[in-house]
Structure formats: structure tokens, C-alpha cells
């Protein structure tokens, strides 16, 4: 089972695409790698921009592919590399059976044959698979120095712009609360729709895209709750949306503000920020959850605890992609471990991470989750003292029962103090509610939890 160099060269859409996979045969780009010789077939998982890797995978026979990067090139940088180390380095790849997301592919798709070897009729496209590999013209000194400071004249000149048209919006966006609050809740409930869709548009307008997303997702919310719940609901996004344009206009700067009302850091001006937080640690996947939002992107959050702690420590990977890219049938996977290093975005606060370098394994016993040492509202205020406009955080709780009221609705009910939380869950496995279960995992708001994950001496972990 082999592939040559010419035959990823024919399959490379253009020379941009072999350039860009060769800066991709890095080791620490790569935590994965495996073949199967009975499938004939490659897979990986590299490491790209986004926090969750690149799931590709490849037939080195009929050379059909698929990647989970949202890429508009077929195949992809990713799958390039990809076949581009085993055709240099099959040894590397380590044997085994395809993993699960593997195998839904190749049971799904169907064999292109022999017209995939690039022989078809498509336009000639001038490539050359060796010439990756020649450097790029150098500057002199002089030339590099004047290239990074007109780079950094652009950028402060982009930002300087960018936050007065942020301050306008904030602004005008103050003066909408205002009139919400004017006009009366009531009115608003029945118009949210419509009313938070054209502020959206104003702040969209205005480069405050995060408020903007946020914002627009608040009927959602609202919908996800009974009646009677909702005013308050409002009332409190509306007070956490006003603390939050405070925040910005009082400091434009602020790391926190800024993510939340205009754009997230990319991760090389994370990783370049010497104050840049770092931990090591053997990394659980405790619950996902994936949404499409009405801005036409999927929301892919995937929730970590440190199993090397003995008190918990969060981490949330943070993934958005378009919505006409297609579902992504794999993540990180329930129960799934990432064994490596995170690096957390800068925060008073810090949740959101990304990894840096780490393995994928599956999980080998029942460990038990670490064992939060306060509850969950002392857990919350405090969250909320950090970061005043946060959402939600993440807790465990310790041993307890889900159980439903006589309308249905299911609420956490503990063993170990008077604590009864309702859940936002509507429906969940037909295992739990009654069962004995020693921990669980949930996002908290401050009135609902959403269960993610529990821990069950008789089922182990089970995701909800």
C-alpha cells in the first residue's frame, strides 16, 4: 500500500495547495496518525486554526478523500499532507482498525475508481510538487523592517477605526436597551425576533460582530423556557448586555470586553502573548454540544476537565464553521481524553482554550471526576465577580438523582445537601431519571442547569 508523489500532485487543485501542505509535515501538526492496509486507507487529525483538529482521511488506491476543514479546495491542504507523509514516511503510520469516523465513511461513500488519479478532463493546471520546497524570496533588513512597520501602521490604523465605529454602535445599541425597557417587556416578548434581528444588523454594521451574535440569539433563548420564566430571563440578558458595552467604552483594551463585544484572538496572537496561560494535563471530554445559529454558522463547543486536578479545571473549545459546509459527523468524542498541553485565551476569567500539542486516547477505566470544593451558586457569584456579562459556567456536581415533576420537567435533585436545580433538558436517556448517580456535569445560569454528562457506578459515563 503506497501513493507517489506525482499522484498527490495531480490531485492537488493547484500549487497554492501543495505550498500550503507542506507547511502542514510538522509532527506537533499531527497528534494522530493511522492506516489499515485492509481498507487500503490513510487517517489523521491535524491540528488547524479552529480548537477541535481536522479530521482526514484518505483511500491511497482510489484516492478518494475526505477532511472536516471547512476549505472550498478539493481535496484539501490537509488531506495533501496527509497523503504527502505516507508517501515519504509510511512507517510513521501507525496499524490498526479504521476508528469509528473512519469507518462511516468508508461505508458511505462511494469508489471513484481509477478517474481520480487526476486523468480526467479538467483544465491543465501548471504544478509542481518540488517546488514547495523552494524558499520563498528574502528580504534585506531594511526591506523587512519597513514591511512589518507598514503592517503595524495598517493594523493600528484598522483598530483605531474599528473601535469608533464599536464605541457608535455601542451607543446606539445603550439607547435600544433603553427604549426595550421603556416600552415595556411585555411588548418585547412578543416582538423579539424582529426587534433583536435589526439591532443585530446595527451592530454587524458597527464590527460589533460577538454582541451582534449574541443579540441575535436571544429569542432562541427565550423559547427554550416556560412563560413565566421569561421576563426575568430578559431582564437579566439586557442588565449583563449593559455591564458589558460599560465595560468596553470604559476600556476599549480590555481583553475580556473586547472578545465578547467585536472578535476572539487568533491563535498565533495568542500563543505569541508571553502572559499566555499554559496547562498541561490529561484532558476528559465532559459534553458537547452543537447548535446552528441564525447567522448561518454552526456553534461546536466542546467542554474539558482536567482529570490530573483534584479540584476541577475547565477548559471549553470553541469551534464555529459555516452552516453550507455540512455537518461534521466527528468530534473529540464522549469519554474521549486529550493528553496534552491547552492554552487559554487571555481572561480574568480564563475557560476558552485551544490545544497546542496532545495526544487523543480513549479513557481505560472509570475514574472519578474531580470533586468541586464549593456549590455551585458560591461557584457562579464568583464567576460572575470576574466576568459580570458571562453566560454560563460549568460545574460537577456531586452525587445526586434526576427526577421529573408531575408536568414533566426534569430537575436535579442532590444527595449530599437540599440543593434541587431545574434542568433545561427536555428529553434525556431513558436510564437516567431514578438512577443513583455520583457525579454529574452541567452548565449553570443562575436559574437552569443544562446536563451534559453524569457518572454512574452501574453505566459509567453517559452523555445527555
Keep these: 500500500m503506497d501513493i507517489s508523489l506525482q499522484v498527490i500532485q495531480n490531485l492537488a487543485p493547484d500549487q497554492a495547495s501543495l505550498n500550503a501542505a507542506k507547511k502542514l509535515i510538522k509532527p506537533g501538526k499531527w497528534p494522530m496518525r493511522g492506516k489499515s492496509a485492509a481498507v487500503h486507507s490513510i487517517w ?17 488506491v482510489d484516492h478518494g478523500y475526505k477532511c472536516t476543514c ?21 512507517e510513521k503510520f501507525t496499524d490498526g482498525e479504521p476508528p469509528e469516523w473512519v469507518q462511516e465513511w468508508l461505508g458511505r461513500r462511494r469508489k471513484s475508481g481509477a478517474a481520480a488519479t487526476a486523468t480526467d478532463d479538467k483544465p491543465t493546471v501548471s504544478k509542481n510538487i518540488h517546488a514547495a520546497d523552494t524558499p520563498e524570496t528574502t528580504l534585506s533588513a531594511a526591506e523587512q523592517a519597513k514591511k512589518e512597520a507598514d503592517k503595524i501602521r495598517r493594523a493600528e490604523q484598522n483598530r483605531t477605526k474599528t473601535n469608533t465605529l464599536i464605541t457608535a454602535g455601542l451607543e446606539e445599541f445603550q439607547q435600544w436597551i433603553d427604549d426595550q425597557l421603556r416600552t415595556g417587556i411585555a411588548g418585547f ?70 472578545r465578547a463585544v467585536a472578535t476572539t484572538e487568533t491563535r498565533e496572537q495568542v500563543l505569541a502573548h508571553s502572559q499566555t496561560l499554559r496547562r498541561q494535563g490529561l484532558w476528559e471530554n465532559v459534553g458537547e454540544k452543537v447548535e446552528t445559529r441564525r447567522d448561518g454558522l454552526i456553534s461546536h463547543s466542546t467542554w474539558l476537565v482536567n482529570m490530573a486536578t483534584d479540584t476541577p479545571e475547565f477548559a471549553l473549545l470553541q469551534d464555529y464553521y459555516p452552516a453550507s459546509a455540512g455537518k461534521r459527523e466527528v468530534g473529540l468524542g464522549n469519554g474521549m481524553q486529550l493528553k496534552g498541553e491547552l492554552a487559554y ?120
Design 189 to 258: 416578548l412578543k416582538e423579539a425576533s424582529a426587534r433583536c434581528r435589526r439591532i443585530a444588523a446595527r451592530l454587524v454594521d458597527a464590527k460589533a460582530a460577538a454582541l451582534a451574535s449574541r443579540v441575535d440569539e436571544l429569542p432562541a433563548k427565550l423559547r427554550q423556557l416556560e412563560n413565566e420564566h421569561r421576563p426575568a430571563a430578559v431582564f437579566k440578558e439586557l442588565g449583563q448586555l449593559i455591564l458589558l458595552s460599560e465595560a468596553w467604552l470604559a476600556d476599549p483594551e480590555d481583553a475580556d470586553a473586547r
Design 44 to 60: 489523521g487529525q491535524c491540528q488547524g486554526s479552529g480548537a477541535n483538529p481536522y479530521y482526514t482521511m484518505a483511500d491511497v
Design 70 to 90: 471547512p476549505s472550498r479546495k478539493f481535496p484539501c491542504k490537509h488531506v495533501l499532507a496527509l497523503l504527502w507523509q505516507f508517501a515519504e514516511e509510511a
Design 345 to 464: 485565551y487571555p481572561s480574568r476569567l480564563p475557560l476558552r482554550a485551544f490545544a497546542v500539542e496532545y495526544q487523543i486516547q480513549t479513557r481505560v477505566d472509570d475514574q472519578p471526576w474531580p470533586v468541586s470544593n464549593t456549590d455551585v451558586w458560591t461557584h457562579y457569584q464568583r464567576s460572575l465577580i470576574q466576568l459580570p456579562w458571562q453566560e454560563q459556567c460549568p460545574y460537577l456536581l456531586g452525587k445526586g438523582r434526576v427526577l421529573a415533576d408531575a408536568e414533566g420537567r426534569y430537575w436535579w435533585c442532590s444527595l449530599t445537601d437540599d440543593n434541587r436545580l431545574p434542568l433545561l433538558n427536555h428529553s434525556l436517556p431513558s436510564l437516567l431519571p431514578g438512577a443513583l448517580l455520583q457525579a454529574a456535569f452541567i452548565t449553570w445560569n443562575g436559574r437552569h442547569a443544562e446536563l451534559f454528562n453524569v457518572h454512574s457506578e452501574q453505566w459509567g459515563r453517559l452523555s445527555c
